[in-house]
T-cell receptor, first 113, second 109 residues
Framework: NAGVTQTPKFRVLKTGQSMTLLCAQDMNHEYMYWYRQDPGMGLRLIHYSVGEGTTAKGEVPDGYNVSRLKKQNFLLGLESAAPSQTSVYFC????????????FGSGTRLTVV | RKEVEQDPGPFNVPEGATVAFNCTYSNSASQSFFWYRQDCRKEPKLLMSVYSSGNEDGRFTAQLNRASQYISLLIRDSKLSDSATYLCVVIDSNYQLIWGAGTKLIIKP
């Protein structure tokens, strides 16, 4: 089925460990996004990309890095995980800034202990 | 003050009732507005756009009040399957998406 696939779905990290979250879309979307969702707060944009080879900072980029080497993939890296990065991470993609084409992945639940 | 505010709820509503909730936004230059639905431990999914003249999609009605800077969502004849968290999204003048924290709705039999 076409859509946005995130891996892994769950992960527990120790403080200081690193990891990469993978987002893959097969809809040929130009735009891709990484969000985090925390209790009592709206989704907050971490980084986004408007096309292959481009990335930009969102609202809460500190502690994260991203790469978009291929159009269909958007990777989110945590170089040195901290407990404050415990969250649910959602990837999304769209063919334009229009909300009608906005598709989310099913999320990654990350716990940093 | 948060840019987009929602009553977190939960709203506990009997099946078949009508329920409405609002979302207020602080930036008067905001351009576009949407309602999303998010089920527990799932990703958000677009429910409907909100147009200036108001719009309806089946049992759901969305309204925009620019003067008072809020959008509303009305659900008629509520079903058990309507239980979810409803997120409002505002696109500001810089084309940035601002998300509300959501209103939790629980429909009881």
């Amino acid at each position: 089925n076409a859509g946005v696939t995130q891996t892994p779905k769950f992960r527990v990290l120790k403080t200081g460990q690193s990891m990469t979250l993978l987002c893959a879309q097969d809809m040929n979307h130009e735009y891709m996004y990484w969000y985090r969702q925390d209790p009592g707060m709206g989704l907050r944009l971490i980084h986004y990309s408007v096309g292959e080879g481009t990335t930009a900072k969102g609202e809460v980029p500190d502690g994260y890095n991203v790469s978009r080497l291929k159009k269909q993939n958007f990777l989110l890296g945590l170089e040195s995980a901290a407990p404050s990065q415990t969250s649910v991470y959602f990837c999304a993609s769209s063919y334009s800034t229009s909300q009608r084409g906005y598709t989310f992945g099913s999320g990654t639940r990350l716990t940093v202990v | 003050r948060k840019e987009v505010e929602q009553d977190p709820g939960p709203f506990n509503v009997p099946e078949g009732a009508t329920v409405a909730f609002n979302c207020t936004y602080s930036n008067s230059a905001s351009q576009s507005f949407f309602w999303y639905r998010q089920d527990c431990r799932k990703e958000p999914k677009l429910l409907m756009s909100v147009y200036s003249s108001g719009n309806e999609d089946g049992r759901f009605t969305a309204q925009l009040n620019r003067a008072s800077q809020y959008i509303s969502l009305l659900i008629r004849d509520s079903k058990l399957s309507d239980s979810a968290t409803y997120l409002c999204v505002v696109i500001d003048s810089n084309y940035q998406l601002i998300w509300g924290a959501g209103t939790k709705l629980i429909i009881k039999p």
